[in-house]
Structure formats: C-alpha cells, structure tokens
C-alpha cells in the first residue's frame, strides 16, 4: 500500500501520524509546508522537521509558510497574516493535489481547510480519499463559543470581526471536504461527536485519541505534595481555552487561602481578568516549553476547562509528567480521564463546578498526590507508539470497510 499525507500543519499528531505509515511500511510522501531546505539549506528552520519520517518521503512547499512568518515578524495588521495563512492552505492543497495525480497512491490523507482539492483529485482517480480532523465542527464550536464571545464583546476587536466575517466560506470549504472524504480520522470522541452532529456517517470516523509523551521515571515523582498547592494552567490564556472560567472560579475559591495558579501562555482575555497586585494568580506569559514542563513537576494539578478544544495535548504531557488533571467535558483529551483517579471531568463554562473541584485539590494534597501517580500510569498505557498502532490497525479495517461498501461516497444527513 503507498500513502501520501498532505499534513498541513506541523504538530506532534501529523508527524505521529505519518510515522505510522512509516512503520507501515506504507508512507509514499510527506507533504508538508515548512520543516527546512532539503538540499539547497539544510540546516535553516530544520527544528521543524518531522521525526521518524524518512527524509526521502519529505516534500516541502515553504513559500507561503515563509511569507506568512514574515508578515508576522514584520507585525502586519492580523487580517492581512491571516489572508496569508488562506492563501498558503489553499496553494498547499493545490500541490497536495498533484502529487496526488502524478503517484497515484492507494490513500490520501489530508487536514480540514486544507484539502479539498486533492480528495476530489482522489476521488476522480480512485484512491481512497481520507481526511484528517484536528478541530471540533464549526458548529459545535460555535454553540459554544459565541455565549462566550457575547458576554465579553470586547474581544472582538475590529481585526477580530473582519477575520470572523471570513469564517462561512472557510466552514463552507471545511463541510465540503467532508462530503469529499470517503473516512475521517477525529482525535478524540469530542472530535467526532462534533462531526456526527454535523451529519457525518459515525461508521466512517476513525476515533484515535492522541498518546502521551514519555512518562518519568517511578523514582521521578513526587514523593510529597508542593509546600503550597498550584494549580497550573498551561496553553493560550483565552476563551476557548476556558481560562476566563478558571480565573473566575479561583477568585472564589483561593481567596486567602495559601495556594497559588500560575498561568502560562500567551493573554487573549479582556483585561478585567488579568491578575492584580496581590492576588495568588501569576501569569508568567510565553515561556520555553522546558519551562512548563519543569513547572508540572512542581504543581499540583493541571487544569484545562475548554470550553471547545479538539483534544488538549497538554492534558497528556501533564500525565507523563505525573501531574493530575482537572478537564472540562469539552475537551476531547477528557477521555483520557477517569474522574477521581487520574483526576476530574467537569462541565465546560461551569465556574461552579470547576470551584468546587479546585477547593478539594487544595483541601486533599495528599489524594491528589496519590492521583498523579495514577496520571502518570495512565501515560505509561496510552503513549505515542499506542496511538501509532491503533491508528494503523484502525486504518486498515476502514479501507477494508469503504472497498466492501456498495457506494465508497458517504452519505451526509445535513
């Protein structure tokens, strides 16, 4: 079998997912943006390359990637970065398209918004046509998100508006992808709850939750509770992320007590939220990915109350680190977690509850002690190479499943 992924983003689950075709034996071509200058600059921006993918099923298509960090570090206006970002989805697909055409592989894997093209191209000449899915729906994320957006309007910038405004024929292009993709890999059961809402056949979703780095040592972890108890948040400081939530609910709950959030990432919340002298809330912004980690073997809890989040891969780097979890419904890295061993489920945009949850973390260091260790059992059983087999045994039982089918086309409800 050859593959060929357009994998138009770089992240862990695409390369994780191209190294599994690796594996396979089955990868034909990696087609990515960026990931450096195969033989005219090898060493310029190499850091993005992906590991356990054979340099020589690489393909790079960096012109637009690169106009689009430029414009960035130039600080152009965000409407214009971001009709860079369209232009570079688009040209990406073109290209996917094409290699589609001239190898002719047996599978085709793509990333919503950016491969419509090269399904129908995979279509016409009969390779199976998959698409992979990073994100919840437009729909479900919009049932959540714009309450959120309405009680604090003054998130909406006037960039903000004009990039919204573009959103329907870019959610148009992503639903008609979807009737293209004869299969869809979701990240998470959220993930593919959010496409079977939307109509698409649950017998033609790929559900693979993603696997966790690799965990510490035994000898690693913590042998006694943080002097004071941290809840630590890592990620965009923003709505969708549930940080406005986190922040509210602490305020009831931590007050005088001695305890301590530390927010990590970059701030997107109006600046009624952002912490004032004297609070026990510290946002330490943008810092090293080492940084972090360091901090979750300090902590005492991670906390992710999503409002819409795909997965949440911090939620799996914290495990690994031997750090429980507090996880909102919302976020498709939940799943990953038994409430009350490993950590907490919570309902999304519910302050209340997560308060509630957060008071007894404070009250029960030493349960939430015994709980990291649970956490980081639970990364130990589901790692990256679980995910590589499960992708690629699931993978195969769908292709069989789409050649057996009388009609490949699935057969969208809306």
């Known amino acids: 079998m050859k593959v060929i992924i357009g994998a138009a983003a770089n992240n862990a689950h695409l390369y994780q997912v191209g190294q599994a075709m690796e594996e396979a034996g089955a990868l034909c071509r990696y087609i990515l943006p960026f990931g450096g200058f195969p033989l005219r600059h090898p060493v310029v921006f190499s850091r993005r390359s992906p590991a356990g993918i054979s340099k020589s099923s690489l393909e790079h298509h960096p012109a637009w990637d690169i106009a689009r960090l430029a414009a960035s570090k130039l600080r152009l206006p965000d409407p214009w970065i971001d009709l860079i970002w369209e232009r570079e989805e688009l040209s990406f697909d073109k290209a996917c398209s094409r290699s589609v055409a001239s190898e002719r592989p047996d599978v085709f894997l793509g990333v919503e918004h950016a491969a419509l093209a090269s399904l129908r191209e995979s279509s016409r000449i009969g390779t199976a046509a998959g698409l992979i899915y990073p994100s919840l729906h437009h729909l479900f994320r919009k049932k959540w998100l714009d309450p959120e957006l309405a009680r604090y309007p003054e998130l909406l910038s006037r960039s903000a508006r004009i990039i919204r405004e573009r959103d329907a024929s870019r959610d148009y292009r992503r639903d008609e992808e979807m009737r293209a993709a004869e299969f869809i890999h979701a990240n998470s059961a959220t993930t593919a709850r959010s496409l079977v809402e939307a109509g698409y056949p649950p017998d033609r979703i790929i559900t693979v939750p993603l696997g966790a780095p690799p965990a510490i040592a035994e000898s690693e972890l913590a042998s006694h509770p943080p002097d004071v108890p941290t809840a630590l948040f890592a990620g965009n400081v923003a709505l969708h992320k549930g940080a406005h939530h986190l922040i509210e609910a602490w305020r009831r709950v931590a007050g005088t007590r001695n305890a301590r959030l530390d927010l990590y990432g970059a701030w997107a919340l109006p600046e009624s939220f952002r912490p004032s002298r004297g609070e026990n809330i510290h946002a330490h912004g943008r810092v090293p990915h080492e940084v972090v980690r360091d901090a979750m073997r300090r902590a005492s809890v991670l906390v992710l109350p999503s409002v819409c989040d795909g997965f949440g891969m911090v939620v799996t780097e914290a495990m690994a680190q031997g750090l429980p979890v507090i996880c909102s419904l919302n976020a498709g890295a939940s799943q990953m977690v038994v409430d009350g061993v490993n950590g907490f489920v919570v309902p999304a945009a519910d302050p209340e509850r997560l308060g509630e949850r957060l008071t007894w973390c404070v009250e029960n260091p030493m349960e939430l002690l015994a709980m990291g260790r649970n956490a980081a059992e639970t990364a130990r059983h589901w790692s990256w ?27 969208m409800t809306r």
Request: no cysteine; charged share 20%; hydrophobic share 45%.
């Open 385 to 411: 190479a679980d995910f590589r087999a499960r992708f690629t045994r699931d993978l195969y039982a769908m292709l069989g499943h789409i050649g057996a089918s009388p009609s490949r086309a699935p057969a």
